[in-house]
């Protein structure tokens, strides 16, 4: 059964303070990794999808890397804009194969 | 572009009533899955289907149900509601690749 735990479950940085926010997982062969941002009340918003162990990915201020067994979503000099709810998920190469697993999420706020 | 859209956006039901839920994939899109998201959980599936079939279940109950239309729609069914059954219920659409975009959600409560 593919697994996803995220941390820290929440994140207070002031604007300007770089961060990154971690997500581990355990799934059978990985077919991708998903980052994606959720407002509250709102449907998630997807920001990247890796495939490999080193891959990386940038959009903005934001970095996501991945490794063979957790992934990493670097934030340089937030803005108080990038306060949301960060949600990961995988989908494995297992039995329901098409699926995303999530994390809890990690819910971030930047104060100015 | 647009996006994913799900209809309604809000849903007050009472207890043992039946609810749909609609969804419209991005245009081209032929793949719909479903999740239920309750407040401070992450999305777990329910569905997915992929022209007009079922390729995958998640540990839901027989009271949910789902089909997949012609123009790639879909609707979500949920029979007999529970209290528990209260939750943003997402919708989200791929286009033959592993990327799932999100509708906005429709947020069910049963009371």
């Known amino acids: 059964e593919d697994q996803v735990t995220q941390s820290p479950e929440a994140l207070r940085l002031q604007e300007g303070e770089s961060s990154s926010l971690n997500c581990s997982y355990t799934?059978?062969?990985?077919?991708?990794l998903f980052w994606y941002r959720q407002d509250p009340g709102k449907g998630p918003e997807f920001l990247f999808t890796?495939?490999?162990a080193g891959e990386e990915k940038e959009k903005e201020r934001l970095k996501a890397t991945l490794t063979k067994k957790e992934s990493f979503l670097h934030i340089t000099a937030p803005k108080p804009e990038d306060s949301a709810t960060y949600l990961c998920a995988v989908q494995g190469d297992g039995a329901g194969s098409y699926q995303l697993t999530f994390g809890k999420g990690t819910k971030l706020s930047v104060i100015p | 572009d647009a996006g994913v859209t799900q209809s309604p956006t809000h849903l007050i039901k009472t207890r043992g009533q039946h609810v749909t839920l609609r969804c419209s994939p991005i245009?081209?899109?032929?793949?719909v899955s479903w999740y239920q998201q309750v407040l401070g959980q992450g999305p777990q599936f329910i569905f997915q289907y992929y022209e007009k079939e079922e390729r995958g279940r998640g540990n839901f109950p027989d009271r949910f149900s789902a089909r997949q239309f012609p123009n790639y729609s879909s609707e979500l069914n949920v029979n007999a509601l529970l209290l528990g059954d209260s939750a943003l219920y997402l919708c989200?659409?791929?286009?033959?690749?592993?990327?799932?975009?999100f509708g906005p959600g429709t947020r069910l409560l049963v009371l």
């Open positions: 799934v059978s062969g990985l077919r991708g």
């Open positions: 989200a659409s791929s286009g033959g690749g592993e990327t799932q975009y």
């Open positions: 245009s081209g899109h032929k793949s």
């Open positions: 890796l495939y490999s």
